[in-house]
T-cell receptor
Framework: DAGITQSPRHKVTETGTPVTLRCHQTENHRYMYWYRQDPGHGLRLIHYSYGVKDTDKGEVSDGYSVSRSKTEDFLLTLESATSSQTSVYFC???????????????FGEGSWLTVV | SQKIEQNSEALNIQEGKTATLTCNYTNYSPAYLQWYRQDPGRGPVFLLLIRENEKEKRKERLKVTFDTTLKQSLFHITASQPADSATYLCALGSGSARQLTFGSGTQLTVLP
């Protein structure tokens, strides 16, 4: 298994509260990603990072922010959680830009977030 | 807009038969296509990659074809087993984008 740890694995929070999900990797891969997975929508990219302090938006970035202060850590923050952000969140890593090179993406085990 | 469709949401087949899953795309010019397996409660796991200039790729009981004219990839599992039951995702990379685009997946159940 790829060395990816997501925390927390499960969280229930109230609408309007901030939430931070953490992704930690031990593979020293350059690229890190946050996806959400919802029934009928598949995996959708929220944000990704291509280096320390270098991040970019994905297709569903509204309401989310990210930070990467170290190679191994990539944080996803919901500034003010809403019920529509109830989802399973997956962190992923790749050695290089997977969209360009076909590099394999390695996924973490997921974080289940429920916003009530 | 770009769209990726995977045949049915669910596919049931009998053990020992060949499972065939379909990934169709529109308004997209992928440089390559990947297939992933996802078990319940787990993250997706990479299975195979096929590039636009390749017609077919094999790995053990798995075979992937890629037809850029039909804009379609077929994923075959031969001699299927109940342990093959999972959701299978296709993902496309354009060669110019930094990320993959995923289909919503097909849930395969192999009946004993």
């Amino acid at each position: 298994d790829a060395g990816i740890t997501q925390s927390p694995r499960h969280k229930v929070t109230e609408t309007g509260t901030p939430v931070t999900l953490r992704c930690h990797q031990t593979e020293n891969h350059r690229y890190m990603y946050w996806y959400r997975q919802d029934p009928g929508h598949g995996l959708r990219l929220i944000h990704y990072s291509y280096g320390v302090k270098d991040t970019d938006k994905g297709e569903v970035s509204d309401g989310y922010s990210v930070s990467r202060s170290k190679t191994e850590d990539f944080l996803l923050t919901l500034e003010s959680a809403t019920s529509s952000q109830t989802s399973v969140y997956f962190c992923a890593i790749s050695r290089e830009a997977t969209g360009v090179t076909g590099n394999t993406i390695y996924f973490g085990e997921g974080s289940w977030l429920t916003v009530v | 807009s770009q769209k990726i469709e995977q045949n049915s949401e669910a596919l049931n087949i009998q053990e020992g038969k060949t499972a065939t899953l379909t990934c169709n795309y529109t308004n997209y010019s992928p440089a390559y296509l990947q297939w992933y397996r996802q078990d319940p409660g787990r993250g997706p796991v990479f299975l195979l990659l096929i590039r636009e200039n390749e017609k077919e790729k094999r790995k053990e009981r798995l075979k992937v074809t890629f037809d850029t004219t039909l804009k379609q990839s077929l994923f075959h599992i031969t001699a299927s087993q109940p342990a093959d039951s999972a959701t299978y995702l296709c993902a496309l990379g354009s060669g110019s984008a930094r990320q993959l685009t995923f289909g919503s997946g097909t849930q395969l159940t192999v009946l004993p």
